[in-house]
Every structure is written in C-alpha cells, then in structure tokens.
C-alpha cells in the first residue's frame, strides 16, 4: 500500500496539540478531517512528533497509507482549500516504502522565539521576557547542553517515556531580525516531552541572574524535573524541520 507524506505548517494558537484527543481541536484530526473529505474514505495520519497546545510549527513532517497513490499536486490544493487558515500544507509526495514519519526520523530542529521588546504582529508567535536577561550568560549555560545527556530533569514528570537520553547537536540564542528579538535555535535526535520549554525557561533564570551559568551540569546530573526551571510560555516555540536518512521534499527548481 503506498505511504504519502505531507509537510505541514500551522499557528497552533488556537488548537490543543497535535495529536488527537477528545477535547478540542487538534491539529492531527483537522488534517485526517481535510484528508477523508479530499480522499472520500477515512484516512489516519501519523506525525514525527506531538506538538503541545499552542506550539506551533514550519517543518511537522505526517505520513498516511491508502489503497491507491493519491496524485500529490491536486491533493495539496484540495486540503489547502479545506484546511483552516491557521494549517497549511506545504509539500505533497510519495515516500519510500515503509516511511514512519515518527521512527525514521533522524533530527529534529526547533526554535523559541522571544522578545525583550513588546510586540503587536508578533504576539501570538514571540514570547515576551522581561526584564531583559543576559543573553551571554544564557549561551555559556545552553553548552552544557551540547552531546549525549539524560534529559529527565528537563522531561514532563507524568511522560509515559523511559529512555530519556537525548544527543543535542546544537543549542544557542542568536539575535532576530528586530533588536530585542531573540531565536534559541535546538536541533537533537530527539525530544522528550516538555523538553525544550523547560531548557528555555532554566535559561532564562540563568539570564536574570537567579542561577549561575554553570548549573546545568548539576541540573543534568539531578535527574529530577524539580531542579530545572519553569516551563517556557508554549507560544514562542516553532517546530522548524525534521531530518531523515534520504532527502525529504526536495525543493522545486529555479525558476529561469
């Protein structure tokens, strides 16, 4: 049965997640809701992740099996004239056999967006810090980060996952287009639930002073969500791309 795979952006606002649940809408069920009116059967669609309420995304990466191909280029324009304007499909395409939007993938890149300024266009998708933190000290800590690490004191206490142990590749806060706007830019094999808002937010008190640059490693070594930070905001995080072992949706080509 052939595997169809979709990239996926949306302003998870208004929405309870991705995945699928009884109170809500999600962004999971508004897509397989699209899929079945395009399709004309009902259709499941598997993510590479599960985005938290009001997490938003550029890059979520779904996979779904039908009985017969589905033509790529008339089903993107279908489902963009039955999504609602908060999800759009980017890219429709065959995958390989066997695709698993989830288990075949390789990195995951996400970004939280903050501010340190106020911001009107901005304020569903940028979270707002102030005071300023120092931004120096918050890069020194988020090295700690970097390589293979247990990440249970950065893990939602009620996650169901036991094999804690993520390999960050990379993690730092680099200046946005605006002053005052900053992007913590965190790309890792995986992510445990919770996981980068609860890096974003022990940052941030590294920033405003009320923890040394140096207390990650005991954080990491706590093994215990009690020792990190709260929770960042949900809105400023952005799921950017999802990497996997062969090229996924390769760009068009130039125009002449």
């Not at 999800?87 to 390789?106: K, Q, W, Y």
């Not at 569903?124 to 931004?135: I, N």
Request: glycine letters at 8%; a positive charge.
């Amino acid at each position: 049965m052939p595997t169809t795979r979709l990239l996926i952006e949306y302003d998870g606002t208004d929405f309870r997640g991705w995945q699928v649940q009884p109170a809500g809408p999600t962004i999971q069920g508004t897509v397989e809701a699209a899929l079945a009116t395009a399709l004309r059967a009902p259709v499941a669609v598997v993510g590479s992740g599960r985005t938290d309420a009001g997490v938003h995304a550029r890059g979520q990466v779904a996979h779904f099996v039908t009985d017969a191909a589905p033509d790529a280029h008339r089903l993107r324009a279908a489902l963009n004239g039955l999504l609602p304007p908060a999800v759009a499909v980017l890219a429709v395409e065959p995958a390989p056999d066997g695709f698993h939007a989830r288990f075949d993938a390789r990195r995951r890149r996400y970004t939280y967006q903050a501010t340190t300024e106020p911001r009107a266009l901005d304020r569903r998708t940028r979270a707002l810090f102030r005071p300023a933190p120092d931004v120096d000290a918050m890069n020194r800590a988020a090295e700690t980060l970097l390589g293979c690490h247990e990440f249970s004191s950065f893990c939602r206490t009620k996650s169901e996952t036991t094999n804690r142990v993520c390999t960050v590749e990379t993690a730092r806060w680099v200046p946005g287009a605006r002053a005052g706007d900053w992007d913590f830019e965190i790309a890792a094999d995986r992510f445990l639930h919770g996981m980068v808002r609860a890096v974003v937010g022990t940052l941030v008190e590294v920033g405003r002073g009320r923890r040394p640059a140096d207390d990650l490693a005991r954080v990491l070594g706590a093994r215990d969500r009690r020792a990190a930070g709260p929770a960042a905001p949900a809105l400023g995080l952005v799921l950017e791309r999802v990497d996997y072992a062969e090229p996924a949706f390769a760009a068009p080509p130039a125009a002449p």
